[in-house]
């Protein structure tokens, strides 16, 4: 299995995928189904991908899987997910409502950037992948990666904080 020699190695990158594809608003039953088509595939082709490109295979797959889905379904599920958040509201209601209040601004003022900003941003922030990786996923140059992710970060901290002003 190349790189990933065990179940919990490749457990560890599903759970990235997954938690990406629930970033990017997607269902929890589709995420599991969309993770295990991609670990299925992982497990027939894991002796032609190169170890240093594993997650990013991994995202590539899943994504694919889930827009193929998609056009056969005809929608689109691409904003970030509203789900309450696991704070207990008994421990600091006040903490919980500042926190959803952080949470949906941050969330607004992604939706409003243009979607290829969205997603680098999420695969560089939330699923922490280098430069070369989104390069590799994106079929992007990495210098072309490096310049559209300053743009976005550039973007999203306008947009925040005209939204942050106007509330």
Not at 24 to 40: F, G, K
Request: contains cysteine; positive net charge; proline residues 1%.
């Amino acid at each position: 299995m190349n790189d990933i020699n065990t179940k919990k190695e490749l457990n560890s990158e599903l759970n990235i995928v997954y938690r990406y594809l629930r970033k990017l608003n997607i269902s929890h039953a589709d995420a599991e189904d969309i993770v295990q088509e991609t670990a299925y595939k992982y497990l027939l082709y894991s002796d032609t991908i190169q170890s240093s490109k594993i997650r990013s295979w991994l995202i590539r797959v899943a994504l694919n899987f889930h827009y193929d889905q998609c056009r056969k379904k005809k929608r689109y599920d691409f904003y970030l997910n509203n789900e309450i958040l696991d704070t207990d509201i008994q421990t600091d209601p006040e903490a919980l409502i500042l926190v959803k209040e952080r949470k949906d601004l941050l969330e607004h003022a992604l939706s409003k950037l243009k979607p290829r900003y969205r997603e680098l941003l999420l695969l560089k922030y939330q699923t922490e992948l280098s430069y070369e990786e989104i390069s590799a996923l994106l079929e992007l140059s990495v210098s072309l990666v490096k310049t559209n992710l300053f743009r976005a970060r550039k973007q999203f901290a306008k947009i925040y904080k005209e939204e942050k002003h106007e509330r």
